[in-house]
């Protein structure tokens, strides 16, 4: 009889080793006034607050092994700051830093974080206010798992993709017979046309405990800048499109955004010329995540299967014309206001000589937690055209793809787009190809977490 309970108890034990168990957490990361923000080329200290900011983490973990996605309510990530997060993760929480993932959702009303270049100057990064926030944010993110991590329990885990249309645009724009691209244009003539898509698709990834959500992975891509370029701090929409989703579905979940590939996706629509608001854009999102929500599928979530890969890429050339046209503006940058534009390529083609014997370092990483869903982090502002062309390839039915995640190159566009020109391709660091590159590194990494027993 007592064999009998003992082998009745090593069943359950046995059950309960096997689960597939989420914890999920929120640290605060909202900085004091003064603080610089980012998103713009020129200082503002942040002043006031609109709605906080958050490290928002899941960690999952089965049979011992775990994964980790942490967002960022931060206009990106940098290579820095997300290796002092690991390193203080695997010390403190015991999970292996090269399987955490942390991304930034992009609000442009967020803190600035070091570049390593001219901008660090523009942005007064590394005033004394910038300089307490940045040391403060590995603690910060780390906290924020060491929580997630206290919390791990079974759950269920479930998908489902909605539809978000009409809310996204793509921001560059083709006229008859002209060459270059438009940017952001205030509203389309009859003779111009986007030169891209967009990806309506609204990733929705649920953990429930029971009849319990725990936390959700929501995934879009859109430029957060709905707030505009004011100095109160803000999430954008992410921050009303988490927190309705949260509200309708269950306040104790922690809901989570990643941001799509968006680097030349933005939210006015150029054909109207109308600009919704950050209540009105998380709003909608939220909208299409409730109309996905009752066709949720059950996976079959097994333990994470992690996998990354360091990425060398070329950095782009320069002609001495070019050089010597940055380094006269960049002698008068503090006191003329150039305009966007000019001042992105003169940062890009300084930035890039002054680093032309340092490798551009570009970090890939993929988190499968079942057979049809898989999680890609990629390191850049990319253009929706490489990662529809990536979800599209993909082994996995579903693939959510994080950008701006564990370091930024800054934009990375398609081949095609380098000879329109304009805005996100004076930003772009890499060359022609690299984003392609990127997408090719990403599927064997897919394959390879596909394929593992």
Request: proline fraction near 6%.
């Amino acid at each position: 009889m007592i064999a009998r309970l003992f082998f009745c108890l090593f069943l359950v034990l046995q059950a309960q080793a096997g689960d597939f168990r989420v914890g999920a957490a929120k640290v605060d990361i909202t900085p004091k006034d003064g603080t610089p923000l980012g998103g713009y080329y020129k200082f503002r200290g942040s002043a006031g607050v609109l709605d906080p900011l958050y490290a928002k983490t899941i960690v999952m973990e089965k049979d011992g092994t775990h994964a980790v996605i942490i967002v960022l309510d931060l206009s990106g990530t940098v290579r820095p700051i997300v290796a002092a997060a690991r390193k203080l993760i695997q010390e403190q929480c015991g999970i292996e830093g090269d399987h955490v993932m942390i991304s930034g959702t992009h609000t442009h009303t967020g803190p600035q974080q070091p570049r390593d270049s001219m901008m660090d100057d523009i942005t007064k990064v590394n005033s004394p206010p910038g300089v307490a926030y940045i040391s403060s944010l590995p603690g910060l993110i780390a906290d924020s798992v060491k929580q997630a991590k206290a919390k791990l329990a079974p759950v269920n885990a479930s998908i489902a993709i909605g539809r978000a249309e009409g809310i996204s645009f793509n921001r560059r724009i083709l006229r008859e017979g002209q060459k270059e691209a438009i940017w952001q244009p205030q509203k389309l003539t009859p003779q111009d046309r986007p030169a891209g898509p967009v990806d309506p698709d609204v990733g929705v990834l649920v953990f429930e405990a029971g009849d319990r959500p725990v936390a959700s992975l929501l995934n879009f891509a859109m430029h957060p800048t709905s707030v505009g370029g004011g100095v109160k701090i803000s999430a954008d929409y992410p921050g009303v499109f988490t927190r309705l989703v949260s509200e309708r579905h269950g306040k104790e979940m922690i809901s989570v955004f990643a941001n799509g590939c968006c680097g030349n996706i933005n939210h006015t629509d150029y054909i109207t010329g109308k600009r919704r608001t950050t209540l009105e854009l998380g709003t909608a999102l939220a909208d299409a995540a409730d109309a996905a929500w009752p066709n949720l599928k059950r996976i079959d979530a097994f333990k994470p299967r992690v996998r990354s890969e360091q990425v060398t890429l070329k950095r782009r050339s320069f002609t001495e014309a070019q050089i010597a046209k940055a380094k006269d503006m960049a002698a008068n940058m503090f006191t003329k206001n150039f305009g966007t534009v000019p001042m992105a390529e003169t940062v890009c083609i300084l930035e890039t000589l002054d680093k032309k014997d340092k490798p551009l370092l570009a970090e890939v990483q993929v988190i499968a937690i079942s057979n049809d869903v898989a999680v890609v982090a990629l390191p850049g502002e990319i253009f929706v055209e490489l990662g529809l062309v990536l979800k599209k390839a993909s082994p996995f039915k579903h693939t959510l793809i994080a950008e701006l995640a564990n370091g930024s190159i800054g934009y990375v566009p398609n081949k095609e787009a380098y000879p329109q020109g304009n805005y996100e391709i004076v930003s772009a660091r890499c060359e022609a190809g690299s984003g392609e590159k990127l997408v090719k590194v990403a599927l064997k990494l897919l394959g390879e977490v596909s394929e593992t027993p």
